[in-house]
């Protein structure tokens, strides 16, 4: 009791001696007193019960059958020694029946709350790491994040929106505190969404020389309270993926095209060699042809390097010697 009041919590082997001495301390009563019939009996019931509360295994129904010996000694020394009735021993047999019954029971309610105990404690370990996974991968997104009270007041932000909003955290401006106010653009924006929730928010800068923004807003579950959620994206890094998506289109449309011209242009290409290999060509046809091969050489060099410039080739190491490498380039142009 003194250990538990200490907010210590007690070994089985401290609990097992303050049992056991409760037992033999009431017994001993029992016996110096007016024997079984007294209301201390009543005492040891409780001291059983408690030793199987906390102890709840085969120390607890130990402890009913050395309260249930104890009380039938004490009968059977009265029946002898000082001629009792054999009710006492009745009684006392009575006693360790209830002894074993407060024991089973007390020790099946016992087990049943260890179990939601634990049960309960693994659900709240689980739910922590839960917690902190969500609030990992909701600090590494690159969309900026914020929870808004009723009054506006930051309950949540993570560091895409604190770089966003306010820029990177430096040594003289380290990470801002929930209570730093927003910027004058998003709180006008906020209030305007609070007005009418269908109205799309016009792109802002938090700062002169921020980049363009781009707020959502989505109001919480009502269970959450009066909370809003605010979803901050920046319109450059946007713009710049439209225009990569763009630019895959364009290389794919422009690698299409290339092959629908190669195409008849090998035709072309195979007829005049066809021609070439005839022995009655005049001179001028002679002149025409090798326009002819010249020009599909040139555009076919033109196809093939709009089509090298469509293809993702993987990056290919060279060693370079670059006074020979100068050297030819200098001979060619």
């Known amino acids: 009791g003194l250990l538990m009041m200490a907010g210590l919590k007690p070994r089985e082997r401290h609990i097992s001696l303050s049992i056991l001495a409760d037992i033999a301390i009431l017994h001993f009563l029992l016996l110096t007193s007016s024997g079984i019939t007294n209301g201390i009996a009543n005492l040891v019931i409780v001291t059983v019960a408690a030793g199987n509360i906390l102890n709840p295994t085969r120390f607890g129904t130990f402890y009913a059958a050395l309260a249930a010996i104890c009380s039938l000694g004490i009968s059977g020394w009265a029946v002898l020694a000082i001629n009792e009735t054999a009710d006492d021993i009745v009684r006392a047999g009575t006693l360790g029946i209830l002894y074993f019954a407060t024991a089973v029971v007390l020790q099946s309610i016992s087990k049943r709350m260890i179990r939601s105990e634990a049960l309960a404690h693994s659900r709240a370990k689980s739910i922590a790491e839960l917690e902190q996974i969500n609030r990992q991968i909701i600090q590494r997104m690159r969309t900026g994040i914020l929870v808004l009270d009723q009054f506006g007041q930051v309950r949540l932000m993570n560091a895409a929106a604190e770089e966003l909003l306010f820029g990177a955290p430096t040594l003289k401006t380290p990470h801002l505190s929930h209570t730093t106010p927003l910027p004058s653009p998003l709180k006008q924006g906020l209030q305007e969404w609070r007005e009418n929730p269908d109205k799309r928010i016009e792109p802002f800068q938090a700062t002169p020389t921020s980049p363009l923004l781009q707020a959502t807003f989505a109001q919480l579950d009502q ?19 439209a225009q990569q998506m763009k630019l895959a289109s364009l290389g794919r449309l422009t690698a299409s095209i290339a092959h629908e011209i190669r195409n008849p242009l090998g035709a072309i290409s195979h007829a005049a060699q066809l021609l070439d290999e005839s022995p009655n060509l005049a001179a001028g046809d002679q002149k025409m042809l090798s326009i002819i091969h010249r020009h599909s050489k040139r555009v076919n060099g033109i196809i093939e390097n709009v089509l090298d410039l469509s293809r993702r080739k993987a990056a290919d190491a060279q060693r370079v010697n670059i006074p020979e490498w100068l050297e030819e380039f200098r001979s060619e142009f």
Do not use: A, H
């Open 223 to 241: 269970d959450q309270g009066d909370q809003t959620l605010l979803f901050i994206e920046d319109l450059s890094k946007i713009t710049q993926q």
